[in-house]
């Protein structure tokens, strides 16, 4: 889960990060859930005349205006527009900003696309100067891609990764994509010897490595957590999320049920669900098969 934004000093800390090659344009919608706003990313060579703008986020014409116009005062026009998921922090921009510069939309996910380009695993987007690699890591959602970006030694995570604090697993999401997805990433980390994680809400991460490593623990604690709480008695996601997350900001509780259903099913797929008063979990509503809403 995330934790809430940290005031104006961490928005001005993050607008303006980056790299040699790829800078921040801090969204203006900070919430619990997008903590200090979306990350919108703009990616370029120095003295290329095109630049890649990754994350749009949300339909805001201010936002919009201003990453064109940053582009622009650096010489350079926008080419392509990547989205490293379809929640609406991230992508409800993309179609506005294409009418701005006429730049097709890249998505894993068809629906997300506009022109005839799409984004898939191992494919290589070549660009204002710039070569970026998709690396699948689903889990947060079904769609979910990082983009390596390999003269930078950095990987932008979207959502898979945060600044501050921990990632859910949404509706469309899988925890074990997720956990092989963290497995995916760590390889990488030493692999392309990475230098920084760029991601999708909060501050650049300047030990990759470590931070993945604490994410990956962090999911391993999680679990235990909810099996201990499903030994207690706890009957209901509301009831597992009161104990194992009662450190977190009751405002992000509908959200952590999420992850618990993530985490039941997990389990479930495993094996490792204890029968309770002579019910399978299953039978007792607490994994999502009925559920059928989307994020």
Known sequence: MTGPASGPAARSDIDGSGTVRARCVLAPNPSLMTLDGTNTWLIAEPGSAAAIVVDPGPDDEGHLHRVRALASDAGQRVSRILLTHGHRDHSAGAGRLAELTGAPVLALDPAQ????????????VSAAGCEIRVIATPGHTADSVSLLLAADSAVLTGDTVLGRGTTMIARDGSLGDYLGSLDRLRALADSAALAVLLPGHGPLLREPAAT????????????????????????????????????????????????????????????????????????RGLLPGADSQSH
Do not use: F, N
Request: charged share 25%.
């Open 113 to 124: 696309r506009l022109g005839s380009e799409g984004l898939g695993p191992g494919d290589v």
């Open 212 to 283: 993945l490593d604490y994410y990956i623990a962090h999911r391993a604690e999680r679990l235990a957590e909810v099996q201990a709480a499903l030994a207690a008695g706890d009957t209901s996601p509301a009831d597992i999320v009161a104990r194992v997350y009662a450190d977190v900001d009751r405002g992000l509780w509908p959200y952590a049920q999420w992850s618990v259903r993530a985490q039941l099913t997990y389990l479930a797929e495993r094996g490792l669900l204890p029968e309770q008063r002579g019910l399978l979990p299953e039978q």
